[in-house]
């Protein structure tokens, strides 16, 4: 390539969004012909290595371009840019913030996320399966009663131990509700296609999973502590109130004191202490 330093060329700019006008602040060219290296298989290969700054918002990229023997010579030019170019997926999720929920399950969740903004479905995917398996561990339900229909067209119930057992055996546990239950199967079925039957999901179908998670996660691991905190400021402030009725045990100075209630983890706090924030939990 004839391009040098302090060029301008066109090119995509990640933070304008369009094509334009960058300065090469580096640009290196290297050639490789077949006497060089073994593992030269061809006549030739030329590598252009660039340095690009965008003379709109001064954002800086690389990018590199080869060129063989193997090439037409009328070829257009194409770039590998570094970083990639970010594609304007319009469905995209931001990670919500739980602040109860324990770190083993947010990193499972985040990276689900992760591989559904980046359409790796079959990923995204095998993560939602993996995140209500990680509820139902979590929440200590090894097994639940999963009714099967027998040949003879009549009923049984069994004691299983896989993830639709446990599903129900969360729900037998009143850790989930009826209609919540019903939606862990539909994000179960969609892992199993995916992780057995390497059936791709659509990103919809896994936008609504991940939503129907995100809404499961807050009732189980929020909800309870955001009750827990309303009887808290509620005896609060009624210990408040009547100073002399009800007054922590601890507490010699004659002043209500705030009681002291459980985290997600179980660990006593009082939450007068302002909360950690969640990424430090
Ligand atoms: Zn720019």
Same mark, same amino acid.
């Given at each position: 390539m004839n391009d040098k330093i302090n060029d301008i060329v066109i090119a995509y700019c990640d933070s304008c969004k369009n094509d334009s006008n960058h300065r090469i602040v580096a640009n290196h060219e290297k050639r490789y012909s077949i006497? $060089?290296? @073994?593992?030269?298989?061809?006549?030739f290969a030329e590598g252009t290595f660039q340095t690009l700054e965008c003379l709109g918002c001064e954002d800086v990229h690389f990018r590199m371009y080869w060129f063989t023997?193997? $090439?037409? @010579?009328d070829e257009v030019v194409k770039f590998t840019r570094y970083?990639?170019?970010?594609?304007?997926?319009?469905n995209k999720m931001q990670p919500k913030r739980f602040s109860n929920l324990p770190r083993h399950l947010r990193l499972i969740y985040e990276e689900t996320i992760q591989a559904y903004n980046h359409k790796s479905t079959v990923l995204a995917a095998a993560g939602i399966r993996a995140l209500v398996e990680a509820v139902c561990v979590d929440r200590g339900v090894t097994d639940g009663l999963v009714k099967r229909k027998k040949n003879d067209g009549t009923e049984e119930t069994t004691r299983k131990n896989n993830l639709e057992g446990k599903i129900e055996g969360m729900k037998e546990k009143a850790v989930i509700t009826v209609s919540h239950a019903a939606a862990f199967h539909q994000c179960r079925f969609l892992g199993n296609e995916a992780v057995h039957e390497l059936e791709r999901p659509y990103p919809e179908e896994l936008k609504l999973a991940l939503e129907i998670i995100e809404n499961t996660l807050e009732s189980v691991f929020e909800v309870p502590e955001k009750i827990s905190e309303v009887d808290h400021l509620k005896n609060h402030r009624l210990t408040k109130k009547l100073p002399n009725k009800v007054l922590h045990?601890?507490?010699?100075?004659g002043a209500a004191t705030p009681p002291r209630c459980s985290g997600a983890d179980g660990a006593a706090r009082n939450s007068s202490i302002p909360r950690a924030p969640f990424w430090m939990i």
């Open positions: 006497g $060089d290296s @073994p593992r030269c298989g061809i006549d023997s193997e $090439d037409w @010579p970083p990639e170019k970010q594609d304007n997926f319009k045990p601890t507490d010699h100075s």
